[in-house]
């Protein structure tokens, strides 16, 4: 199982570090293929005056510390085609955030590098749809196939996070887990599909009691793999905290997850 796991967005170095410290126990899980995911900028808050992060420069040293640390793998997220190769540098999946998921020039960026490339599903869209990025990104590493082996020994990834359905809800179709399935990996964001944009005031809510149910229900359907954001306390998370579980949840929903795909399977 993939498994993709930290704070939405880095924040001061000690909370980042404790955070990554208290992720050990999934990533020396032999079961696991485990990413630490943290953002250094978050591009589309709701509000001009909501933390964004550190910034490229910054987030990326404090990233590369959390690998030389630990020995993690990285995941984080870009947001214009010149950052692609920089991110590429620490990163080992760089990530086409879900409102970007169509923009041609940064699926062709990211394919360009030799980074694993993790396309979130835009809210907006269909999946069936998702497979034109994929190939997108396929064409542009020299490869003239498609399905999901291709995708897969290329290292071109897709990850759902949940459909709009009106205005500040998500829903998750699990139809969507085989569709996406048939032309490359999918790994399922559960923390948030759980998102309501711009339901706190200017700010996202969201309700993590729920992120348990979903989970389980992806790993009955079967999937590749999860993404998880988690802190010490989401309450005080500077971004995405209604949606995030503490450490100790996620720790103890991982193994449920595994006896739920194994009795799937």
Known sequence: MKLLAGPCVIEERDTLMRIAEGLAPLAHDKRIDFYFKASFDKAN????ESYRGPGMEKGLAMLEEVKRTFGYKIITDFHTPDQ??????????????AFLARQTDMVVAAARTKAIVNIKKGQFMAPNDMQYGVVKALKTRGIDATGYDAALQNDIWITERGATFGYGNLVVDMRSFPIMRAFAPVIFDATHAVQ????????????????????????????????????????????DGPNMLPIEALLALVPKLFAIAEASN
Do not use: N
């Not at 692609?84 to 955030?97: R, T």
């Not at 389980?216 to 309450?235: L, N, R, Y």
């Open 196 to 239: 309501m944009p711009s339901a706190a005031a200017g700010k996202t809510g969201g309700d993590r009691t729920m992120v348990p149910y979903l989970a389980k229900a992806a790993a009955a359907v079967g999937v590749d793999g999860f993404f998880f954001e988690t802190h010490i306390d989401p309450s005080c998370a500077l971004s």
């Open 45 to 48: 808050r709701t509000s001009l």
């Open 84 to 97: 692609a190769a920089p991110v590429a540098e620490v990163a080992d999946i760089i990530q086409i955030p």
